[in-house]
């Protein structure tokens, strides 16, 4: 167990919906990452927030959008779903200072029928 | 920006073999690197790190790389594969601000009986 949850596991929705991805980080992280993987594209950095501001952005679409909370757990936002949306999204969380590793959440699998 | 290559996306190994599988990074400073194996339907779990203490970095499972500044190259190696060991491996490295993690684009390691 990393320590990162996430939640749901699991979501299937139809195209053109919005859902809602949380993370909640380990005790004591300030720093969320969020990464789509899929088959054709491998781990892909979404975006990184630290201590509640977005401190790096990576291939997130417009439609996509995340925040992150004073008590520090992350939402991801997805609206305007499109079947290429499928994926595993995943969470991770770090202490934010130099070398120290990432833990990884067991991430959502999105599906968009 | 920094970057890793992992050369192989798909490495087949017989049970009780040497596991080699291939990581270069790009980084115009000392970096920070990586190795997480993901096992299927899992999240990303940390085998080992490389933050400058030691050039020969030990790990779980049985695993270890070698840091060659020379070659640029964070090499993950194992003496013996184990059928448990059938995953994806990713290779990391953090850039010294210490926001982004950049991930390879992954090794599915087979072991074969």
């Known amino acids: 167990d990393s320590g990162v949850t996430q939640t749901p596991k699991h979501l299937i929705t139809a195209t053109g919906q919005r859902v809602t991805l949380r993370c909640s980080p380990r005790?004591?992280?300030?720093?969320v990452y969020w990464y789509q993987q899929s088959l054709d594209q491998g781990l892909q950095f979404l975006i990184q927030?630290?201590?509640?501001?977005?401190?790096a952005k990576g291939n997130i679409l417009e439609r996509f959008s995340a925040q992150q909370f004073p008590d520090l757990h992350s939402e991801l936002n997805l609206s305007s779903l499109e079947l290429g949306d499928s994926a595993l999204y995943f969470c991770?969380?770090?202490?934010?200072?130099?070398?120290?590793?990432?833990?990884f959440g067991q991430g959502t699998r999105l599906t968009v029928v | 920006a920094q970057s890793v290559t992992q050369l192989g996306s798909h490495v087949s190994v017989s049970e009780g073999a040497l596991v080699l599988l291939r990581c270069n990074y790009s980084?115009?400073?000392?970096?920070?690197l990586f190795w997480y194996v993901q096992y299927p339907n899992q999240g990303l779990q940390l085998l080992l790190k490389?933050?400058?203490?030691?050039?020969l970095v030990k790990g779980i499972n049985g695993f270890e790389a070698e840091f060659k500044k020379s070659e640029t190259s964070f090499h993950l190696t194992k003496p013996s594969a184990h059928m448990s060991d059938a995953a994806e491996y990713f290779c990391?490295?953090?850039?010294?601000?210490?926001?982004?993690?950049?991930f390879g684009t992954g090794t599915s390691l087979t072991v074969i009986p």
């Open positions: 927030y630290y201590n509640g501001e977005e401190r």
């Open positions: 005790s004591g992280d300030l720093s």
């Open positions: 980084s115009s400073v000392p970096p920070y």
């Open positions: 490389y933050t400058s203490a030691a050039t």
């Open positions: 990391a490295v953090r850039d010294n601000t210490g926001n982004q993690f950049y």
């Open positions: 991770a969380s770090s202490v934010g200072r130099l070398g120290t590793e990432a833990f």
